[in-house]
C-alpha cells in the first residue's frame, strides 16, 4: 500500500516545492522518519506516538522497542514486517 501526500524536503523539513507548487508523491519513508525521530508527547493528539530513535540508540535497545514501533507505524498506515536495529546504530526497517 502505497501512501500519497505532501512531500517533505529532508535537509530542511520545508513542503517540497516544484517551481512553485507542492510536491505529491509516496510518503511512506518520510512518515516512517518522523515517527522514529519523534519523542512521545510531542504529537499532543497521540501523545504515545514517538519511536524516540535517539534516546534507544544511545544506550541498549529494549527488546520490546521493536513490537512498539511496528504497532506505532502500522497505526500511522506503513505496514512492516521486520525492525533491525544493526550493530552500527542503523535501523532497518522493511
Given at each position: 500500500m502505497t501512501m500519497i501526500g505532501l512531500m517533505?524536503?529532508?535537509?530542511?523539513?520545508d513542503m517540497l516545492?516544484?517551481?512553485g507548487e507542492a510536491?505529491?508523491?509516496d510518503t511512506s519513508?518520510?512518515?516512517m522518519e518522523v515517527?522514529?525521530?519523534s519523542m512521545r508527547g510531542e504529537w499532543k493528539e497521540f501523545p504515545l506516538l514517538g519511536g524516540e530513535a535517539p534516546t534507544v540508540l544511545g544506550g541498549s535497545v529494549?527488546?520490546?522497542w521493536r513490537g512498539r514501533l511496528k504497532k506505532m507505524l502500522e497505526s500511522c498506515g506503513v505496514k512492516v514486517s521486520k525492525?533491525?536495529?544493526n550493530t552500527d546504530?542503523?535501523?532497518?526497517i522493511e
Open positions: 517533505i524536503d529532508h535537509e530542511t523539513g516545492l516544484d517551481n510536491v505529491i508523491g519513508s518520510q512518515t515517527v522514529l525521530l529494549d527488546v520490546m525492525i533491525e536495529v546504530n542503523t535501523i532497518t
